[in-house]
């Protein structure tokens, strides 16, 4: 009996010391580990850290899933390995954190900022990152697939072999970035800029690029197999070798128009 009255006061107390109340009396789960400090390995899972500045902090391996990390100040954190997953992370500004195989699955970032970046071989899959700024962000290998990046900025981002399948890119500025060898079947990318994109033997196959820009882009070796280019812009456009539309193979040499 006393075993038994034991075990379940120390569980109580257990329960006692996960609740907290919030500002409105009701009662909420806190985590443990919220008033940590930046370290390497931290647990910070569902913690309320919005505003916060964490500049140049080494997170590695850090647990931040589902964590709000709201307008936070993360530039140059270190956060390889991370888990973000389904964080909050709308307006924080990661300029020049290194991200490398970091997970932000469903993570929420709309209007958060990446630039310079990286974020090689990262999981970003079903994540919102409507109108955030990637501007030169490394993304070679990251997996994007089904995610929201409606009017983003990825001006000279390098995608090299990235997962963008069923990707949002309507209104996206990608003007100048790397998708050689990146995989954007069925991506949505109309009103998008690729001008000067190089696309190397992408996969565009079934794509959405209804008035795209894609002057000047290398689409050389590229399948565009069944994509809709209506009203796309392709003047001076490098089309060697590229699947086309209709399947046929665009002779060497071709520029502008498939021949």
Known sequence: MISKISRFQRGFRS??????????????????????????????????????????????????????????????????????????????????????????????????????ARMGHARINRADLTKADLSQADLREAELYDSNLAHAVLRGANLEGAVLEQVNLQGADLSGAVLSRSKLAGARLEDASLAGAVLRKAKLAGAILIDADLRQADLRGADLSEADLSYAQLEGALLDNTTWVDRRRCRPGSVGRCE
């Open 15 to 116: 329960v006692i010391l996960l609740l907290a109340v919030s500002a409105n009396g009701l009662p909420r789960v806190a985590c443990a580990g919220c008033e940590d400090p930046p370290a390497p390995d931290v647990n910070w899972a569902r913690c309320d850290l919005r505003d916060s500045d964490f500049a140049g902090a080494d997170l590695r391996r850090a647990t931040l899933l589902r964590s709000n990390l709201t307008n936070t100040r993360m530039v140059g954190v270190n956060l390889r390995s991370a888990d973000l997953g389904f964080a909050e992370l709308g307006g924080a500004d990661f300029s020049e954190a290194k991200m490398d195989g970091a997970i932000l699955t469903g993570a929420h970032m709309s209007d958060a900022r990446f630039i310079r």
